[in-house]
């Protein structure tokens, strides 16, 4: 295994793991590096994603890996089908809600510099925030804080405000309850969270990131997007409707901030699930611990004795899903450019087949998966 040292300008971070270089043959042709029972599952995931793809319900990009070993990293479908762009490992891909663990991850590792605390009050860094007076900063982030979860301004408005604006407008919203008294998912919580970052660390929320977390991990296709930039390996997003795939409207998702501005890759965010379930790398195994047990930016459950964490994204035309089983050392990154992917039962499948469980290969795209109705994150 493989150990890099890296510095960030924020602080050290532990040294990270690198990924093997294993070439894979179900992505190649050339011969592999894996272990049999590895190239076994890699040539299984590939044929499940290519009949997936094939059935028209699949476009997009895979990553799954054991431990520092990359066991399959491959494109289906086009990043852009007008032109004919295939989709690679390499392309980028807006991943929504998937920005919350890192945003969640951020305000742990400013508790740990000690700029703030998880039970701080929210007027502690936004002072005119009277009405959320009783909303501390642990309310935002396992979504019991009362904030609607959106409103105060529209995801599809071309303009890009800034934090300060947007604080502004969810801040004249009434509180859907008293904070810590139930729970509702909320985007604007999150909002409010890359405010307090950008409060506490005396940086933007996106510079934050990448000198925290992002530069010293390598991951450098990842950034807070904007509809209206181009840049090298961007996808384009579709959905299906009447039984044709149409291109949908951009959404500028930069003013979701750290609910859901990010963009990435299968390989970027490999890199940050490796990292961040080997604590002591991204995380005190404190801070770790204490984002598992209560859920911060992720979801965790306990199956046949294996924790489970995972997240999901959603936007006009991308899904994102990142899941990983520390105990295993196992992890699973895919993003698509097609916004009907049968993500419930993709990933159960990926899964069975890492696994070596019983699973069924996909068949054609269903009406009702036309039909659906989705959330922007």
């Given amino acids: 295994m493989i150990l890099v040292m890296v510095m960030s300008t924020v602080g050290l971070i532990n040294p990270v793991l690198a990924l093997k270089n294993s070439s894979i043959d179900a992505a190649t042709g ?27 319900r699949f476009s997009g990009a895979v990553q799954v890996m054991r431990g520092d070993t990359v066991i399959l990293s491959k494109g289906y ?22 920005t919350k ?25 936004i002072p005119n925030a009277t009405n959320w007076k009783d909303i501390r900063i642990s309310h935002l982030l396992n979504h019991t804080s009362g904030i609607h979860t959106d409103g105060g301004f529209l995801p599809t408005d071309p303009e890009s405000f800034t934090l300060p604006e947007i604080i502004g407008m969810i801040n004249t919203l009434p509180l859907d309850f008293e904070p810590g008294t139930n729970h509702t998912y909320s985007n604007n919580g999150y909002i409010t969270l890359s405010y307090i970052i950008e409060q506490a660390s005396g940086m933007p929320y996106e510079e934050y990131m990448k000198k925290t977390f992002f530069q010293p991990l390598g991951m450098n296709s990842t950034g807070q997007d904007n509809a209206r930039n181009v840049f090298i390996n961007r996808s384009s997003g579709y959905t299906t409707l009447g039984g044709e795939q149409i291109h949908y409207d951009l959404m500028n998702i930069h003013n979701t901030y750290g609910a ?47 924790t489970m964490i995972w997240h999901s994204g959603r936007q006009f035309g991308f899904v994102s899903q990142t899941y990983s089983i ?7 990154v895919y993003l698509t450019n097609h916004d009907r992917t049968p993500t419930g039962t993709l990933t159960k499948d990926l899964v069975s087949i890492v696994y070596n469980k019983p699973y069924t290969l996909p068949g054609r795209q269903s009406n009702y998966l036309m039909r659906g109705m989705i959330r922007f994150l």
């Fill in 77 to 98: 479908g086009m990043g852009n089908y007008e032109f004919s762009v295939p989709n690679t490992p390499q392309t980028v891909f807006p991943i929504a809600s998937n």
């Fill in 101 to 125: 663990q890192l945003t969640a991850a951020a305000i742990l590792k400013l508790q740990e510099q000690g700029r703030l605390n998880l039970t701080d009050p929210v007027t502690k860094f």
């Fill in 326 to 332: 520390p105990d295993d050392k196992i992890s699973l």
């Fill in 30 to 56: 050339e011969k592999s590096s894996l272990s049999d029972s590895d190239a076994i599952i890699s040539r299984n995931l590939d044929r499940y994603l290519t009949v997936l793809t094939d059935a028209g």
């Fill in 260 to 306: 859901g501005c990010m963009h990435s890759t299968v390989e970027d965010l490999s890199r940050w699930l490796q990292a961040f379930n080997t604590p002591g790398v991204i995380l005190s195994p404190e801070s770790y611990k204490t984002m598992i047990d209560n859920q911060y930016g992720i979801n965790a459950h306990v199956v046949q004795n294996l």
